[in-house]
């Protein structure tokens, strides 16, 4: 199967750290991504984890991959106002017709004062 | 990042008539290229994928003869929503598959706003 599950909406405090999870289930994912829509726009591409990966850290984000328990999570350290939108993660599954992304349900981040 | 640009971003049209979504990837050529529909506080939902040079492949439900599209060349795929009716409104968002080296990776498009009246 092809589902991606996320909690659907995260409240914190500026300057505290959020951590969005992330479940899959097809454990044929070759990548998986964390994208990032404001209101009205596209999706920014955040960052992305190969599969055989656990861990990898980008300045402010941190994802960490349990393959095992098909299990994603985005952690944002010091966390702005300007980083309110919905977060997506997104699993990549090689099929006959290439690499095709099955995303998740979206989680909202608020960010309070 | 590469950037990928989609025109118009917002577009209202009456109900019968059709509305055709570019989308292009600016700095980087893209053999393949993928056509979302998000309906509101809803994820993506794949549509199509488009190939330079070839037929599209649409997903199960997406009635091709409904929803055109061409990948003309590297860089540009067009959608096209004929004969719109009120239940295609909708938020439309491409992405251009990026091929570098040991990555695969999607780039999107900052959507359409579509609006049938």
């Known amino acids: 199967g092809e589902d991606v599950e996320q909690s659907l909406f995260l409240s914190v405090r500026e300057g505290d750290s959020s951590v969005i999870n992330c479940t899959y289930t097809d454990s044929s994912s070759t990548y998986l991504y964390w994208y990032k829509q404001e209101p009205g726009a596209g999706l920014q591409l955040l960052t992305y984890i190969f599969s055989n990966m656990d861990m990898k850290q980008d300045q402010r984000l941190t994802v960490l991959l349990n393959k095992k328990d098909k299990h994603l999570s985005l952690r944002i350290a010091d966390t702005q106002t300007g980083d309110s939108a919905i977060y997506f993660c997104?699993?990549?599954?090689?099929?006959?017709?290439?690499?095709?992304?099955?995303f998740g349900t979206g989680t909202q981040l608020k960010v309070e004062l | 990042g590469a950037v990928v640009s989609q025109h118009p971003s917002r577009v209202i049209c009456k109900s019968g008539t059709s509305v055709k979504i570019e989308c292009r990837s600016l700095?980087?050529?893209?053999?393949?290229m993928f056509w979302y529909r998000q309906f509101p506080k809803q994820s993506l939902m794949l549509m199509a994928t488009?190939?330079?040079?070839?037929?599209?492949?649409?997903e199960q439900g997406v009635e091709k003869d409904k929803f055109l599209i061409n990948h003309a060349s590297l860089t540009l795929s067009t959608l096209t929503v004929t004969s719109a009716h009120p239940e295609d409104s909708s938020f439309y968002i491409c992405s251009a598959r990026e091929l570098a080296g040991d990555t695969d990776t999607q780039y999107f498009g900052p959507g359409t706003r579509l609006t049938v009246l």
């Open positions: 488009s190939n330079e040079g070839s037929k599209a492949t649409y």
């Open positions: 997104a699993e990549s599954i090689l099929t006959g017709g290439g690499n095709k992304l099955t």
């Open positions: 700095d980087f050529q893209a053999t393949t």
